[in-house]
């Protein structure tokens, strides 16, 4: 990335060129230097085909709130986990009580407060930015009666970090977040018999369903939203080909933010745990989501979200070939199979043990990753062990 100037600093160090950062030890020597945050112009981020031989330095174009995103890196963390777990959990309370809220004041024929949504998506965007892998963790903390509840405070989450991940300015991941968590607002109007079916839909019945994007837009419209926000709302099941709903949109006309949406959206819901079927692992929800390129989703994004969400996401159960059972607590964007692991049960034996962080990127590490893992399949009490040792 082509760094303009420092913005944060521990120190008093004087940057007097402006030029390319193009390696991780570049990166460190900032950090060590006690620099914490940097201006970059994304217009000017090189890729590894297009990057000059030494660092360039250049007169940078001036910034503007358009293209400059204030971090040395979308991994980048301000607090440990530990730290922000018990914040975002509140957060998360938080959206669950504002989208009840919201149901009630719609089936009233009232229009919705949209300032609450704002400021909990500001809240959002804030936890991620300090440490993601907080709020990244919650969205696997599912409960199987709570989908409709939980999908859109996870899309909403999983939207935060994948705009984090690609740069997008912050004013602009406050409206995608606040568009994912009331993207499904729409399905109040849907009747329950209908919303609450198990398994798949009559082609009568789907055509109901497909209103609730429809319904959406224009809840969110007459609450007195507008842009990047409503068109999430309205256009999340629209398809690159043209075989969405609600509107039948196609190719250009469905924005960046749009597609991200759909990717995030059906992502989330297939991976979710619900009363009628378990849900899949992350690495069968991305196939599923490759299958579908590029006729519904764009190749390029989804790229970019599979490397920002990883194979094994945090919040992931995991098993490692000492038989011990985790939960991963840390990504490790630069080597995905070994992130960090806290460890509570042994496969082989049957029985609980002692909780044990194990960093699989320590040079003295002897484990590996396995494999993904579910509960049901070593009857573990995963909410228990939430509750009592990841939750403050």
């Given at each position: 990335m082509f760094v303009q100037s420092v913005t944060k600093q521990t120190g008093r160090i004087k940057i007097k060129n402006q030029g390319w950062v193009k390696t991780q030890a570049a990166i460190d020597k900032l950090k060590k230097a006690g620099i914490l945050e940097v201006?970059?112009?994304?217009?000017?981020?090189l890729s590894s085909a297009t990057a000059p031989a030494a660092t360039a330095t250049q007169q940078a174009v001036p910034p503007t709130s358009q293209n400059v995103i204030k971090k040395i890196s979308p991994w980048h963390k301000s607090c440990g986990f530990e730290q922000e777990i018990g914040k975002a959990k509140q957060l998360y309370d938080e959206a669950k009580t504002l989208q009840l809220k919201a149901f009630k004041d719609i089936n009233a024929g009232r229009n919705i407060d949209i300032a609450p949504f704002r400021e909990l998506a500001s809240g959002f965007m804030d936890s991620i930015f300090r440490?993601?892998?907080?709020?990244?963790?919650?969205?696997?903390m599912r409960q199987k009666d709570a989908y409709l509840l939980e999908h859109s405070i996870n899309v909403s989450i999983l939207m935060g970090i994948f705009a984090k991940h690609l740069g997008i300015e912050k004013t602009i991941i406050e409206?995608?977040?606040?568009?994912?968590?009331l993207h499904d607002i729409g399905k109040i109007k849907i009747p329950d018999e209908v919303l609450n079916k198990p398994g798949r839909f009559s082609a009568e019945e789907f055509v109901i369903m497909q209103d609730h994007a429809r319904f959406s837009k224009e809840i969110l419209e007459d609450a007195g939203l507008t842009g990047a926000a409503v068109d999430i709302a309205g256009l999340h099941h629209e398809r690159l080909d043209g075989k969405g709903y609600p509107f039948g949109k196609q190719g250009d006309e469905l924005s960046q933010y749009v597609r991200m949406a759909s990717i995030v959206d059906v992502y989330d819901a297939l991976t979710a745990e619900r009363v009628y079927k378990a849900g899949m692992e992350p690495i069968k929800a991305f196939k599923i989501l490759k299958e579908g390129c590029p006729d519904s989703f764009d190749n390029a994004l989804l790229t970019r979200f599979i490397q920002c969400i990883?194979?094994?996401?945090?919040?992931?159960?995991?098993?490692?070939?000492?038989?011990?059972?985790g939960l991963i607590t840390e990504s490790n964007p630069t080597n995905p199979l070994k992130p960090m692991v806290k460890t509570f049960y042994n496969a082989k034996y049957a029985r609980y043990t002692e909780v044990q962080d194990i960093n699989l990127a320590h040079s003295k590490n002897q484990d590996t990753l396995e494999a993904a893992v579910k509960a049901q399949q070593?009857?573990?009490?995963?909410?228990?062990f939430y509750s009592s040792v990841i939750l403050p």
């Amino acid at each position: 990335m082509f760094v303009q100037s420092v913005t944060k600093q521990t120190g008093r160090i004087k940057i007097k060129n402006q030029g390319w950062v193009k390696t991780q030890a570049a990166i460190d020597k900032l950090k060590k230097a006690g620099i914490l945050e940097v201006e970059i112009d994304p217009n000017k981020t090189l890729s590894s085909a297009t990057a000059p031989a030494a660092t360039a330095t250049q007169q940078a174009v001036p910034p503007t709130s358009q293209n400059v995103i204030k971090k040395i890196s979308p991994w980048h963390k301000s607090c440990g986990f530990e730290q922000e777990i018990g914040k975002a959990k509140q957060l998360y309370d938080e959206a669950k009580t504002l989208q009840l809220k919201a149901f009630k004041d719609i089936n009233a024929g009232r229009n919705i407060d949209i300032a609450p949504f704002r400021e909990l998506a500001s809240g959002f965007m804030d936890s991620i930015f300090r440490n993601q892998d907080a709020l990244s963790c919650l969205t696997q903390m599912r409960q199987k009666d709570a989908y409709l509840l939980e999908h859109s405070i996870n899309v909403s989450i999983l939207m935060g970090i994948f705009a984090k991940h690609l740069g997008i300015e912050k004013t602009i991941i406050e409206q995608l977040t606040t568009g994912a968590l009331l993207h499904d607002i729409g399905k109040i109007k849907i009747p329950d018999e209908v919303l609450n079916k198990p398994g798949r839909f009559s082609a009568e019945e789907f055509v109901i369903m497909q209103d609730h994007a429809r319904f959406s837009k224009e809840i969110l419209e007459d609450a007195g939203l507008t842009g990047a926000a409503v068109d999430i709302a309205g256009l999340h099941h629209e398809r690159l080909d043209g075989k969405g709903y609600p509107f039948g949109k196609q190719g250009d006309e469905l924005s960046q933010y749009v597609r991200m949406a759909s990717i995030v959206d059906v992502y989330d819901a297939l991976t979710a745990e619900r009363v009628y079927k378990a849900g899949m692992e992350p690495i069968k929800a991305f196939k599923i989501l490759k299958e579908g390129c590029p006729d519904s989703f764009d190749n390029a994004l989804l790229t970019r979200f599979i490397q920002c969400i990883g194979i094994h996401p945090v919040g992931t159960l995991v098993k490692l070939s000492s038989q011990k059972i985790g939960l991963i607590t840390e990504s490790n964007p630069t080597n995905p199979l070994k992130p960090m692991v806290k460890t509570f049960y042994n496969a082989k034996y049957a029985r609980y043990t002692e909780v044990q962080d194990i960093n699989l990127a320590h040079s003295k590490n002897q484990d590996t990753l396995e494999a993904a893992v579910k509960a049901q399949q070593y009857n573990i009490d995963l909410p228990r062990f939430y509750s009592s040792v990841i939750l403050p």
